[in-house]
T-cell receptor
């Protein structure tokens, strides 16, 4: 069974701090990784995709991928109260056609 | 900016009734999906659809479920005889190209089966 694992949290950080969200996955052959943000009662909203080892930055967000360790993370710099949401890690596993498999999500709370 | 739309936003039905959830994917996308999320649980894949046929389906997608693309724009999920455990948020998603393209999600339909 191919799995995506996340710490459910909640992760609490003060406003302005760096939030670090982590995700591990079970299939070493996976190639595509996504971070989505989900506010309560709303649909997943893409933050970032990453396909290669290393870091990818977009504004206050940095995704980090380490395929050897089967680990992907998301850093949020200068966290804002509006960043309070559940962050979903999603992986397209090898041989999985187009579907993505989601983790349970990490709930982030940014304290003003 | 193009977006995936879904109707209705909320649907309440009696157990055993049929429901049809509707989606309009982004117009130039080729792959279409249904996912569901039971309250407090993770987003789960149901089915993917490409070139007018199902390309993959999960164990959840049993005989009570069906999908259809009746015209060039709509993509529907039919649940033939709803059960209490079908109560969930149903998300439609679409993407354009094979291998690595991001899936964009619609706002969802909240289905409540009584």
């Amino acid at each position: 069974q191919k799995e995506v694992e996340q710490n459910s949290g909640p992760l609490s950080v003060p406003e302005g701090a760096i939030a670090s969200l982590n995700c591990t996955y079970s299939d070493r052959g996976s190639q595509s990784f996504f971070w989505y943000r989900q506010y309560s009662g709303k649909s997943p909203e893409l933050i970032m995709s990453i396909y290669s080892n290393g870091d990818k930055e977009d504004g206050r967000f940095t995704a980090q991928l380490n395929k050897a360790s089967q680990y992907v993370s998301l850093l949020i710099r200068d966290s804002q109260p509006s960043d309070s949401a559940t962050y979903l890690c999603a992986v397209r596993f090898s041989g999985g056609y187009q579907k993505v498999t989601f983790g349970t999500g990490t709930k982030l709370q940014v304290i003003p | 900016e193009p977006e995936v739309t879904q109707t209705p936003s909320h649907q309440v039905t009696q157990m055993g009734q049929e429901v049809i959830l509707r989606c309009v994917p982004i117009s130039n996308h080729l792959y279409f999906y249904w996912y569901r999320q039971i309250l407090g649980q993770k987003v789960e894949f149901l089915v993917s659809f490409y070139n007018n046929e199902i390309s993959e389906k999960s164990e959840i997608f049993d005989d009570q479920f069906s999908v259809e693309r009746p015209d060039g724009s709509n993509f529907t999920l039919k649940i033939r005889s709803t059960k209490l455990e079908d109560s969930a948020m149903y998300f439609c998603a679409s993407n354009g190209l094979a291998g690595g393209e991001t899936q964009y999600f619609g706002p969802g339909t909240r289905l409540l089966v009584l």
